[in-house]
């Protein structure tokens, strides 16, 4: 089945740097696009990035556009978020997602999430 595994996440000081990845497994990775969101404590989940199913395109929220960029590896089935220049209001968990005609039909996968905490 289609499973998705956040890891990277941690506890970094303002200013810092974080690399985020997203294995996927259960689905054919390079056809399909992917995202990534966060979710602060009580607040609604937001998306953050996202990324085409060549990797040849990308968007961002504009609250981290110049300090984070989406990549994917299609050969690993990986999706990364490098994230630099870290801001306290980046903390959040973060969710790699994605979505589209699968063959059961359309769906939409999330992962379990990965803590993001930036703190001194």
């Known amino acids: 089945q289609v499973q998705l595994v956040e890891s990277g996440g941690g506890l970094v000081q303002p200013g810092g740097s974080l690399t985020l990845s997203c294995v996927a497994s259960?689905?054919?990775?390079?056809?399909?696009?992917m995202r990534w969101y966060h979710q602060a404590p009580g607040k609604e989940r937001e998306l953050v990035a996202s990324i085409s199913s060549s990797g040849g395109s990308a968007n961002y929220a504009d609250s981290v556009k110049g300090r984070f960029t989406i990549s994917r590896d299609n050969g690993k089935n990986t999706m990364y978020l490098q994230m630099s220049s870290l801001e306290p209001e980046d903390t959040a968990v973060y969710y790699c997602n994605t979505f589209g005609n699968f063959p059961m039909g359309f769906a939409d996968y999330w992962g379990q999430g990965t803590q993001v905490t930036v703190s001194s």
């Open positions: 259960g689905f054919t990775f390079s056809n399909y696009p």
